[in-house]
């Protein structure tokens, strides 16, 4: 079992940048694919980055492509998202989620794939 915390989000103005962090907990991620997503209030839940175990492939949705980043540190268990140039349309709830994989270069775009999620935290982008 992994727990999945996220932290970092936040209100920032359209332009500015947020740096979001999941921390897991139970069991070590250095063997899960992980992703994040986003939900906006009556949208489904959209895919936005996602990052193989190893950490040297990783897809970002073409929404973001070019302002944000997908990292992970697996000695600290940990897994991050750089936002920059941050819109309107990307306020959310953005949370992170672990897959199990086979191979260290699998990854997910889909949320089917993930088994494990986290809360979520709430980014707002004000103008």
């Known amino acids: 079992q992994v727990q999945l915390v996220e932290s970092g989000g936040g209100l920032v103005q359209a332009g500015g940048s947020l740096r979001l962090s999941c921390v897991a907990s139970g069991r070590t991620l250095s063997t899960y694919a992980m992703g994040w997503f986003r939900q906006a209030p009556g949208k489904e839940r959209e895919f936005v980055a996602a990052?193989?175990?190893?950490?040297?492939?990783?897809q970002l949705a073409d929404s973001v492509k070019g302002r944000f980043a997908i990292s992970r540190d697996n000695a600290k268990n940990t897994l991050a998202l750089q936002m920059d140039s941050l819109k309107l349309e990307d306020s959310a709830v953005y949370s992170c989620?672990?897959?199990?994989?086979?191979?260290?270069?699998?990854?997910?775009?889909?949320?089917?794939?993930?088994?494990?999620w986290g809360q979520g935290t709430q980014v707002t982008v004000s103008s």
């Open positions: 989620a672990a897959a199990v994989v086979i191979t260290t270069r699998t990854i997910y775009s889909g949320p089917e794939q993930y088994r494990y």
């Open positions: 990052i193989s175990v190893s950490g040297d492939i990783t």
